[in-house]
Structure formats: C-alpha cells, structure tokens
C-alpha cells in the first residue's frame, strides 16, 4: 500500500511538471512562431483535469479536505464517531455514484475524437471514475478504521 501512495505522489508531479512544460511551450510558440502549437491548450487542460481529480483522491488519503468544525470539536468522542461515520457514508454514495456515471459517459464519448489531438475523449473524462473510485475505496478505509477505532483526531467532518 506504501508503494501504492508513493507512485500516486510521483504520478501527481509528473502531471504537474509535463503540464507546466506543456504551458511554457504553448507561450514560446505563440511568441516565437508564426503559428502556436495547436495541441498544447488541450494537452494542458486534460492534464489539469486529471491533476484536479488525482488530487482530491490524494486529499482524501490524507484527510486534507476542507471541513467545518464549529460543532463536531464539542462533540463527546463517541457522538463525534457517529457523526464522522455519517459524513463518510455520505461521501461514499456520492463517490459511488460518481465513479458510475463518470465511468458511463466516458464510455459514451469513446468514439468522440478530441479536437486538437485527435485522441479519444474518454481520456479526458476517465479522470471523474478513476478519482472517484480511489475516494471510494479509501473512504471505505476510513469506515472500517473508524468502526474499529472510532474518529481519528484530526477527522473533523461536519455538514454544520
């Protein structure tokens, strides 16, 4: 599993860093030459894209989404443990039914070639399943350590 999240964080600077060089030649062909790189817009958009979700996932590992914890800090151990549960049995569903409907229509645009670089689309939109199906299993993780252990201390989730 250490490895796992270690080849995740590697993957997430390299997407940074191959978007970043990405944007950096967007701008020198747009100053330098007489017509831009068609494909670097695209390229660096999709790289975002994937960025953005590969790192929500990466948060979720982490516990470092944002919450609010006007109540749930006064909250004795226990109630805190149920309400954490809750939360996580919400985010569940919704990863869930993300990773479903994300996976449903990257299937549909299969066949829909991107404009610039002519590859399927469903690179782009595979980005939506495949983070919400690693938000859906480490949630999972979080409901079995939290069923064991209770609330973890830093695990200040609250809808209030």
Not at 3 to 12: A, D, G, S, T
Not at 68 to 79: D, E, V
Not at 130 to 145: C, P
Request: with cysteine.
């Amino acid at each position: 599993m250490r490895m796992f999240e270690k080849l995740e964080e590697i993957l997430l600077v390299i997407l940074f860093l191959t978007a970043f060089g990405v944007l950096v030649l967007q701008i020198l062909s747009r100053h330098f030459f007489p017509y831009p790189l068609a494909w670097s817009e695209e390229a660096a958009r999709f790289l975002f894209l994937w960025i953005v979700f590969l790192g929500a996932a990466y948060l979720v590992r982490l516990n470092g989404h944002i919450s609010i914890t006007l109540l749930t800090n006064r909250f004795p151990s226990r109630l805190r443990t149920t309400v954490y549960m809750a939360m996580q049995l919400l985010v569940l569903g919704f990863a869930v039914a993300l990773c479903w409907h994300g996976t449903d229509v990257a299937w549909k645009v299969r066949k829909l070639p991107t404009i610039a670089m002519g590859i399927s689309s469903s690179w782009e939109y595979a980005a939506v399943p495949v983070s919400a199906a690693l938000i859906a299993v480490r949630t999972a993780a979080n409901l079995m350590r939290a069923a064991r252990h209770g609330a973890p201390k830093d695990a200040d989730g609250s809808l209030i």
